[in-house]
């Protein structure tokens, strides 16, 4: 290289930056112009492998070796650990997976955004096996056009009764109300998830968790900065072995995590789990495809596959979580069904989080600020 | 040399970290010989998870992608990144304070915005090969491997900086003298003198690989799950021994691995003293 | 390299090759930095001047400064504050821990040096994760801290969930950043020269003060910087350990990327992060080049 050649160096590199910034301006606006397209698929067509984004620890792997080999393709699962680490990737665009297993609201933000594709009903004749309560009139899909059901759960308390009482009230106040809390200061710990726990405290209110409402909000906040003097942590992963480790005595979290913890102790019956007489978080995961996916049809086919009776069945044995197939009772473990744990008696409190749009930030910045 | 009290002293400190480094190891390595699920719970002796790593395909496939990134992009990233010291510390060069501004960056930058802007990058830039060229690219262990060498190179070449800042420069130049060529004082003579720097700045660009996250699962794609991906995503059901267990194979190895080259230095050095 | 007033001719033509040969080592990694840092990083630049959708995107058609605006809002000041001081305190204990020990290995035996050091990054080659789980359950109420400080008298600790807590781990995962930098440069001092010190100065105090501190002074400089900055922005390990009580810069930015799905105010977060600390760095560096 001679020297006269540097100069020259940097004005390519300069005209390849300036480019960037000019396509990287350009590039963010083609949102919602990919219109999601109908796969044109059959019942049980394949067109090509399968690539599988979900929850870690939430698929019988042995439905896949399943699945597999009856169509003749190949899984390959990878695995997020929130809603919120998913999102941002499939909605980039050119992800390359196929099918995804988001929660209710976030079904509702990717519609949105256009990240995911109309649900072709023919090739899912299995539809018909869900329960009627979730086959249409979901707030986050209404008409059920884009998503159907994979599993769902409630979000609660879970207490160690030895140090409680078995006649403990079965309330938020166990959090959020001084006089019933204050005795279990750094033994409790809350979601660290804005929605979640200031969901649970504007419950506690009597409010909905879906508020939008500053004035509610406000409170919600004061109830929550005033709980974090006596949280030992928030913690959205490891509650329930906090609980059953004796390190905390009140968790807050999700169903099946802790009746999963409760099941592994020596004695299970000193434990219980609860959704607050309140009303608390109900949750759906829901299978969906992606709006670039390379293999709509297998993606489909594979939907077709989980909402199966026998393979719904297998998925609530495997992981304990609820299932919205009704077809899949019968093969359901009895206990698993007749657990309320598993199964709430009292469905009539529980509600879905819906994404509140630009009032995400105020419940962000109320968590925030709560905890100082 | 130092002697005496001060040695003694020395040694005390020096064994009292190792301590502390080795706890939580100690911990980890008793608990993945442990039948309950929860680390810190001691359900009795088991090899279950052992036995599950030897049947669980997800782990070692995330294994497998984790080893063959972190070794290449340490090996890329040592190689860039020393010869970036060098060029820092030796010469002087037009566009020398930019270039030295630019190279901490990677390490100042919080690492979930270098998530999200390694994201928009490839699925941009991949974007216009496709248009450009035809050629679809997808996101996998490639883009993973882009993005750590991208911050792996900043810190090498902030270790072996510091090796050879302040270094006496005589040596060097005493062998310029002496040697024919340039590349022959470099291999025999620098080279040698900033070693440590280089093993140094490699050792933290492994362990940097081995460990990150959250540029890692957002530049992945369909297939190139690491281990640290999959375990972050273990946390939600509880991150069970079987995680432990693979620590363990990863330790017995790497210690495995120390030893053996350890044996191969020793067997190396009675024929070195021969032809000095 | 000193600087010349006046150059010969012979001089110049030197420079010129000089300056060639040290842009042709440096052009492989600038390169690479450019295209895969420097121009994602202005992707991050252009996305803190546009506003957030209705469900989170970001909508880059109407150019604003509002996420600059939220800067000045009393948390960011109180999570940078706090977020300093923990830095601050991980980097000084880091420091203190990690100078006898590089001090002792580097004036080991060759061999011994090398598997002591390589000692230190084994236990880094497992799961960051479950190392920091692991710290967890050590210092639970009934796990082996407790237990010990229990047996030898000193009633039951409650460490876990504790800034106490979180500072371990963070010096925990950290050290390693500071002992191999310090090492490299200690390291290189002469056996001799300390040698010759001895028979120079009464006092071993006077020649480590004389010889080693200002050799060491790069590696302690690198070293600090390594732990500071990556302590600064840590948020893993005080979720695990501390409990996430208290908001610190890591996870406020996290939770801007992430919770609130607000990539314009997390951008303009870390576009001035990026700014501050890269001005600061560069100070520091400079600074402790030049008066040892």
């Known amino acids: 290289m001679k020297e006269g050649d540097i100069p020259m160096t940097r004005k390519l590199l300069g005209l390849l930056f300036a480019f960037t910034l000019v396509a990287a301006a350009c590039g963010g606006s083609d949102d919602a112009e990919e219109a999601a397209a109908t796969g044109d698929c059959a019942v049980g067509q394949t067109d090509g492998d399968l690539a599988l984004y979900n929850w870690s620890e939430y698929m019988d792997p042995d439905l896949i070796t399943a699945f597999e080999a009856e169509f003749g393709v190949s899984v390959t699962e990878d695995f997020y650990d929130s809603n919120e680490a998913m999102q941002p990737i499939v909605a980039a665009g050119g992800s390359g997976y196929d099918v995804i297993v988001p929660s209710d609201y976030m079904v509702s933000i990717l519609i949105e955004e256009g990240s995911i594709m109309k649900l072709n009903k023919d090739a899912i004749p299995n539809l018909s096996n869900l329960a009627s309560d979730f086959a249409s009139g979901l707030p986050y899909d209404p008409d059920a056009e884009y998503s159907a059901p994979y599993q769902w759960g409630t979000t609660g308390i879970g207490v160690n009764l030895s140090v409680v009482g078995e006649d403990v009230p079965r309330t938020w106040g166990l959090i959020f109300d001084a006089e019933l809390a204050d005795q279990y200061a750094g033994q409790i710990t809350l979601l660290n998830d804005p929605r979640e726990t200031m969901g649970a405290a504007l419950k506690y209110l009597g409010y909905s968790l879906n508020s939008t409402s500053e004035e509610e909000l406000a409170e919600a906040q004061a109830l929550v900065a005033e709980a974090t003097e006596r949280v030992a942590a928030y913690d959205s992963d490891q509650y329930d072995e906090l609980v059953g480790s004796g390190q905390t005595v009140i968790g807050h979290g999700y169903s099946g995590n802790f009746l999963f913890q409760f099941l592994e102790l020596d004695n299970p019956e000193d434990y219980t789990y609860f959704v607050p007489e309140e009303g608390g978080t109900r949750w759906i995961d829901n299978m969906a495809v992606v709006a670039d996916a390379p293999h709509p049809c297998t993606a489909h086919t594979f939907i077709n596959f989980l909402l199966d009776a026998e393979n719904g069945a297998a998925l609530t044995n495997w992981n304990l979580y609820a299932s919205p197939n009704a077809a899949a009772e019968e093969f359901i473990d009895p206990e698993v069904l007749a657990d309320p744990i598993v199964y709430p008696v009292d469905q009539s409190k529980l509600e879905e989080i819906a994404d509140t749009g630009d009032f995400e930030i105020n419940y962000s910045d109320a968590f925030n600020e709560a905890k100082g | 040399m130092i002697r005496g009290w001060t040695a003694r002293l020395l040694g005390g400190a020096t064994g009292l970290v190792y301590l502390f480094l080795y706890?939580?190891?100690?911990?980890?390595?008793?608990?993945?010989?442990s039948a309950d699920r929860n680390v810190g719970r001691w359900g009795g002796f088991t090899l279950e998870w052992y036995r599950e790593f030897g049947a669980n395909e997800n782990v070692q496939s995330a294994l497998a992608i984790s080893l063959q990134v972190a070794i290449v992009s340490t090996l890329v990233a040592t190689v860039l990144g020393t010869l970036a010291a060098l060029a820092l510390e030796r010469f002087r060069f037009r566009g020398k304070k930019v270039f030295d501004a630019l190279l901490y960056l990677p390490i100042i930058i919080p690492d979930v915005t270098m998530a999200v802007m390694m994201l928009l990058f490839f699925t941009w830039s991949l974007d216009l090969v496709d248009t450009v060229?035809?050629?679809?690219?997808?996101?996998?262990?490639a883009t993973v491997v882009v993005s750590h060498i991208a911050f792996n190179i900043s810190f090498v070449s902030v270790v072996v900086r510091a090796r050879l800042e302040g270094m006496d420069q005589t040596l060097e130049q005493a062998a310029a003298d002496l040697y024919a060529s340039r590349w022959q004082a470099f291999r025999h003579v620098t080279l040698p003198l900033i070693l440590p720097g280089i093993v140094g700045g490699a050792l933290l660009a492994l362990t940097l690989s081995l460990d990150d996250v959250v540029i890692t699962q957002f530049a992945s794609g369909p297939g190139s799950t690491t281990l640290p991906v999959y375990v972050f995503g273990l946390i939600r059901r509880g991150v069970t021994p079987l995680i432990n267990a693979v620590s363990v194979v990863m330790l017995a190895a790497s210690v495995l691995l120390v030893v053996l080259s350890l044996i191969a230095q020793r067997s190396r050095e009675p024929g070195r003293a021969t032809t000095e | 390299m000193t600087v010349v007033p006046e150059l010969t001719e012979h001089e110049r033509a030197h420079e010129a090759a000089e300056s060639r040969r040290g842009f042709l080592m440096a052009l492989p990694?600038?390169?690479?930095?450019?295209?895969?840092?420097?121009?994602?990083?202005?992707?991050?630049?252009?996305?803190?001047?546009?506003?957030?959708?209705?469900?989170?995107?970001?909508?880059?058609?109407?150019?604003?400064?509002?996420?600059?605006?939220?800067?000045?809002?009393?948390?960011?000041?109180?999570?940078?504050?706090?977020?300093?001081?923990?830095?601050?305190?991980?980097?000084?204990?880091?420091?203190?821990?990690?100078?006898?020990?590089?001090?002792?290995?580097?004036?080991?035996?060759?061999?011994?040096?090398?598997?002591?050091?390589?000692?230190?990054?084994?236990?880094?080659?497992?799961?960051f994760l479950v190392r920091n789980y692991a710290w967890r359950v050590l210092l639970s109420n009934d796990g082996p801290v407790s237990q010990f400080t229990e047996a030898v008298g000193l009633g039951e600790t409650q460490i876990l969930f504790t800034q106490v807590a979180v500072v371990i781990g963070l010096v925990y995962g950290f050290l390693p950043f500071m002992i191999l930098p310090l090492y490299a440069s200690l390291e290189r001092i002469d056996p001799r020269l300390i040698e010759a010190s001895r028979d120079l100065y009464a006092s071993s105090w006077a020649s480590f003060r004389k010889v080693v501190?200002?050799?060491?002074?790069?590696?302690?400089i690198a070293g600090s910087i390594l732990v500071f900055v990556p302590s600064f922005g840590a948020y893993v390990t005080p979720a695990i350990l501390g409990g996430d009580k208290k908001p610190l810069l890591g996870s406020y930015i996290v939770s801007q990327f992430l919770t609130a799905r607000n990539w314009p105010f997390g951008a303009s977060l870390s576009s001035v992060l990026i700014i501050v600390m890269l001005s600061a760095t560069l100070v520091y560096f400079r600074a402790g080049g030049r008066n040892l």
């Open chain 3, 213 to 220: 501190l200002p050799l060491s002074r790069p590696g302690a």
């Open chain 2, 133 to 141: 060229t035809g050629f679809q690219l997808r996101k996998g262990i």
């Open chain 2, 23 to 33: 706890a939580p190891v100690l911990l980890l390595v008793v608990f993945s010989f």
């Open chain 3, 29 to 127: 990694a600038y390169l690479y930095l450019i295209v895969f840092f420097a121009i994602p990083l202005a992707i991050v630049f252009v996305y803190s001047f546009a506003t957030r959708s209705r469900t989170g995107g970001t909508d880059l058609s109407g150019w604003n400064l509002d996420s600059y605006g939220r800067l000045g809002e009393d948390i960011v000041t109180r999570v940078v504050f706090r977020s300093f001081g923990l830095a601050m305190t991980t980097t000084i204990i880091c420091l203190l821990l990690a100078y006898p020990f590089a001090y002792f290995v580097a004036t080991r035996r060759p061999a011994v040096r090398g598997l002591l050091l390589v000692g230190v990054m084994i236990p880094f080659w497992t799961n």
